[in-house]
């Protein structure tokens, strides 16, 4: 099976291309331009080094959230318009699974991005087959500290919010903190769980991919701000 996966969830975009175990393609970008300068062109460039084409895909594998909301709307819309004409089967998979998928330990793994207003999206995964420990949320940091005390250690944290649940945590024996240039996503992680998600069957036509934000947007936390201000 050839599936291929698109990251834009965060500053860096990813595309990767897989033929089952094998990972035939893989490439990312972090240069400061917006996904919807790369993405197309990341794409673009995977099918020509690997001579495939988007009808040989069998499974688009998409970051659905948590994540930049713009970033997480231009890759649905990537992997969207290159299922449609095949109908080819997407998986909408979490920004958080398909980072511990790509960082596997012996231990407890906690991916964990910067939501900014001092919280974090978050959630725990235990051993090398990322063995899932809880949802994935939106909270203060201390919240992904406070259930730390109790996982199996060693602790590892990933993701741009890492340092932020890192710190929480204190110099705890057992706890690291993987390299900065190490512990970011790879789009190879978002091809494992969309191959995950199709196993379990909840593979999805492109047309019922939705992102998954976890929280309001910025401009919607304003708006009821000023509603409750205004009921005051």
Request: aromatic share 6%.
């Amino acid at each position: 099976m050839i599936c291929m996966g698109i990251d834009s969830a965060g500053r860096r975009a990813g595309v990767a291309l897989m033929r089952d175990e094998e990972l035939l393609y893989e490439a990312s970008l972090n240069a400061g331009l917006t996904h919807s300068e790369t993405l197309l062109e990341l794409a673009d460039a995977a099918f020509r080094a690997t001579g495939l084409g988007p009808e040989q895909v069998e499974l688009y594998g998409v970051c659905a959230g948590p994540g930049s909301f713009t970033g997480l709307r231009i890759g649905l819309a990537l992997v969207k318009g290159l299922a449609f004409p095949h109908h080819t089967p997407c998986a909408g998979v979490s920004t958080l699974e398909a980072l511990a998928l790509c960082h596997p330990v012996a231990g407890t793994l906690v991916s964990a991005l910067d939501a900014r207003r001092g919280e974090v999206y978050w959630a725990a995964f235990e051993g090398p087959e990322g063995r899932r420990l809880c949802p994935d949320a939106a909270q203060k940091a201390e919240a992904a500290a406070e259930f730390c005390k109790v996982c199996k250690k060693p602790l590892f944290f990933v993701g741009d919010g890492a340092l932020l649940c890192y710190n929480k945590i204190g110099p705890e024996e057992g706890a690291f903190l993987l390299p900065a240039a190490l512990r970011g996503s790879r789009a190879v992680g978002v091809c494992l769980a969309a191959r995950r998600m199709q196993a379990e069957g909840k593979a999805l036509p492109p047309e019922l991919l939705v992102p998954e934000y976890l929280r309001l947007s910025q401009a919607e936390r304003e708006r009821q701000e000023k509603l409750r201000a205004g009921e005051g």
